[in-house]
T-cell receptor, first 115, second 112 residues
Framework: DVKVTQSSRYLVKRTGEKVFLECVQDMDHENMFWYRQDPGLGLRLIYF???????EKGDIPEGYSVSREKKERFSLILESASTNQTSMYLCASSLISQRSNQPQHFGDGTRLSIL | AQSVTQLGSHVSVSEGALVLLRCNYSSSVPPYLFWYVQYPNQGLQLLLK??????LVKGINGFEAEFKKSETSFHLTKPSAHMSDAAEYFC??????????FGSGTRLLVRP
């Protein structure tokens, strides 16, 4: 069965800290994604990666960076955490398809609070 | 640019009643459309997907959705609501770069 694992369910950090959110998938998927979810705004794409060491900015990349050194692992980095980055973060993965019809598979999310 | 609109941030139904969650999309190319469900404190789970093979798509847990090109809609329905259906539902459409564009979500409340 498909499995996307996020390293932490809940995380509390302080303003200015460097924060790492980790995501691992066991399905050999090429694509991986990081979203943040806020009430009333749905899911907004932060970054995505379609191959090892490849990344593309999503809709809201400011204040974030990513790392994909291995196919199965995609890390989201908050360089200097701020209170407006308090949110639910969701990782997802999918197969590459020329017809773009492959669904994304999601982890259970990390609820991050920045104090 | 593609976009998704979900009408109604909250929908409340009685147990056993019809569930109807609305989704309208805009797309300049033939779309691929998805419905996801999110239970409290969990990630998103795929309910069903439209990939042009059939306009009526059946998904898990008794849900189905009908693609109507003329109305640019992909509404989600279930004939009889169950208490366990209470969750948040998201409609999504793909763009050409494998990214999903999500609607803002509809929270379904089921009254006993």
């Amino acid at each position: 069965d498909v499995k996307v694992t996020q390293s932490s369910r809940y995380l509390v950090k302080r303003t200015g800290e460097k924060v790492f959110l980790e995501c691992v998938q066991d399905m050999d998927h090429e694509n991986m994604f990081w979203y943040r979810q806020d009430p009333g705004l749905g899911l907004r794409l932060i970054y995505f990666s379609y191959d090892v060491k490849m990344k593309e900015k999503g809709d809201i990349p400011e204040g974030y960076s990513v790392s994909r050194e291995k196919k199965e692992r995609f890390s989201l980095i908050l360089e200097s955490a701020s209170t407006n980055q308090t949110s639910m973060y969701l990782c997802a993965s999918s197969l590459i398809s020329q017809r773009s019809n492959q669904p994304q598979h999601f982890g259970d999310g990390t609820r991050l609070s920045i104090l | 640019a593609q976009s998704v609109t979900q009408l109604g941030s909250h929908v409340s139904v009685s147990e056993g009643a019809l569930v109807l969650l609305r989704c309208n999309y805009s797309s300049s190319v033939p779309p691929y459309l998805f419905w996801y469900v999110q239970y409290p404190n969990q990630g998103l789970q795929l309910l069903l997907k439209y990939t042009s093979a059939a306009t009526l798509v059946k998904g898990i847990n008794g849900f189905e959705a009908e693609f109507k090109k003329s109305e640019t809609s992909f509404h989600l329905t279930k004939p009889s609501a169950h208490m366990s259906d209470a969750a948040e539902y998201f409609c999504a459409v793909t763009d050409s770069s494998y990214k999903l564009i999500f609607g803002s979500g509809t929270r379904l409340l089921v009254r006993p």
